[in-house]
């Protein structure tokens, strides 16, 4: 019988269930993950050579890169999560990434704007079956209190990723041009699905959660469980905001250094791709042990540490916005960067914690898929229009002006992560754990 389908009876009895060879896992599905956000985030490096090459407006750059995605990532994300919570997750992921690489590879071959928005739109069905898979594989590989660490390090693949494409878009494009970037960036995870598929064990489901109702939940009962978390609710709202600061950066941030400082696509690629991922998997894998170490005595704090730096993320990103030299620009974007990213760890570490072992999946999917549909598919898609509204007045200046409004979400989802301290604890007693 596959260990996903019933959780073992050991679980359900209250016994801790050891996984052999977990950091093993976490650092091939961290892998897995960076290939994840490469593939998703090349496109951002990428926009200003499309722009050129189709003529295309900042609007229709913002759906490029985030609503197209977003919207098939949203639409099938949820019955993938479900399939998860009651079957082989490492499976799943292992077919998720060829079908993603393969669409990615396929970008490079697009001869329109609608042919690459179907492109696009393909690496989001294939990316929707990573995620949220891989994190409750995560979840019942380690128990709550090493949950955080586990969880941050897994998030460090978000800014491997996003390194990943900068660098690679950048140096790729600048020589060989847009549709080479595409092909690199696709055709490694064609191998790494082998390694996945014949790596790793899937893991027993509830077994780092002795104590826990491991039994699978029908869709109904775990929205009906989700509604009543204000925990969940409040952190997902704080998730939504911060996100719509990550990917609307993201998307904007190589044509806000060529428009406002003049940079070159390599130095963008080198000197972005270096400071986000860097501080990036500084703060994630800084981020996660720092929340576990303080959440030891306080669980509360395993959310009210990512809510103070998201807090101080928002003015750090004015910094970036205004400095007056590519340099202290950068000085800014570290900075934030290393703020905002702290999150993405124990967020989900906080979502997995304060629902059942059989939700876990579903519940990650829905986060996810909210999260991407509005901070990826609108996120950018609202810079993109704000700026194409204040060009006519303010030229190429536009975008700077266009990128406050992540700021400001930065500083709103630091809020909600910091009433979510109110309810944790009780949310957590709701699982039994």
Known sequence: MDQAAHAAPGAMAGQRRAYKGAWWAVILLTTIYALNFLDRNIVNILLEPIKKEMALSDAMLGLISGLGFALFYALVSLPIARLADRSNRRDIVAAGLVLWSAMTALSGLAANVWQLLAARSGVGVGEAAG??????????????AARPRAMGVFATGTYIGIFAGYFVG????????????????????????????????????????????????????????????????????????????????????????????????????????????LCGMVATVGGGALVAWIGRTDARWRIGVPGICSL?????????????????????????TMLVGVHLGPVFAVFMSVVLPGMRAF?????????????????????????????????VESVRYALILPAVCSVAGGVLFLLAMLTYRRDIARTGG
Request: aromatic fraction near 8%.
């Open 131 to 144: 995620v949220p898979p891989s994190q409750s594989m995560i979840a019942d590989m380690f128990e709550p």
């Open 170 to 277: 950048g140096w790729v494009s600048q020589y060989h041009g847009w549709r080479a970037a595409f092909l690199v960036a696709g055709l490694p995870g064609l191998l790494l699905a082998l390694l996945l598929r014949w790596g790793i064990a899937e893991p027993v489901r509830g077994g780092a959660d002795p104590g826990s109702d491991a039994r699978n939940c029908s869709t109904g009962e775990t929205l009906r469980f989700l509604l009543g978390s204000p925990t969940f609710l409040l952190v997902l709202g704080g998730f939504i905001l911060t996100g719509v600061t990550n990917f609307a950066t993201s998307a904007w941030i190589p044509s806000f250094l060529r428009r406002i400082h003049q940079l070159s696509q390599s130095e963008i690629g080198t000197y972005a791709g270096t400071v986000k991922g």
């Open 312 to 336: 101080l993320g928002g003015p750090a990103m004015l910094w970036f916005l205004f400095a007056p030299t590519p340099t202290g620009s950068l000085v800014g974007l570290s900075v934030m």
């Open 363 to 395: 519940t990650a999917a829905l986060a996810l898929a909210i999260g991407n549909l509005i901070s990826l598919g609108l996120g950018p898609l609202m810079v993109g229009a704000l700026s194409d509204r204040l060009a006519p007045g303010m030229g």
